[in-house]
């Protein structure tokens, strides 16, 4: 029969508030404050890999000595930090360099002048 543990999830409130309090802190960063864009940048990044470790180890139980008696899954940690660094990078380069919808717009409306003119001329 299971064990009813009715404790207070201390260790979970905590990581929880940490989160919040990390989540606001880089809202402020990129919304309110007048850093640049490189500190913006790098701020948010350093709150991300603090806010990631917290939540690695407050609610994903990696030290708990029920999950494969304390071992910490080092290769799925280095496979998750590859995956998520390929996903910010995509992320800030599609930020900086994507497509422009407005940089053809003025070779469209040339176009569709010159056949207005076309039209008319008929």
């Given at each position: 029969m299971?064990?009813?543990?009715k404790?207070?999830?201390?260790?979970h409130?905590v990581?929880?508030?940490?989160?919040?309090?990390?989540?606001?802190?880089?809202?402020?960063a990129?919304?309110?404050?007048?850093?640049?864009?490189?500190?913006?940048?790098?701020?948010?990044?350093?709150?991300a890999?603090?806010?990631?470790?917290?939540?690695?180890?407050m609610f994903?139980?990696?030290?708990?000595?029920?999950?494969?008696?304390?071992?910490?899954?080092?290769?799925?940690?280095?496979h998750?930090?590859v995956?998520?660094a390929?996903?910010?990078?995509?992320?800030?380069f599609?930020?900086?360099?994507?497509?422009d919808?407005?940089?053809?717009?003025?070779?469209?409306?040339?176009?569709?002048?010159?056949?207005?003119?076309?039209?008319?001329?008929?």
């Open positions: 299971a064990e009813h543990n404790r207070i999830p201390v260790q409130i990581g929880f508030v940490l989160s919040l309090v990390l989540t606001l802190l880089a809202a402020w990129a919304l309110r404050s007048d850093l640049s864009t490189f500190w913006i940048i790098t701020s948010i990044m350093i709150l890999v603090i806010q990631a470790g917290i939540q690695l180890f994903m139980h990696m030290t708990e000595s029920e999950s494969h008696n304390g071992h910490v899954p080092w290769n799925m940690m280095f998750g930090f995956l998520a390929i996903v910010v990078a995509g992320s800030l599609t930020m900086s360099f994507g497509h919808h407005n940089k053809h717009q003025p070779h469209e409306q040339h176009q569709q002048q010159e056949q207005h003119q076309e039209h008319s001329s008929h």
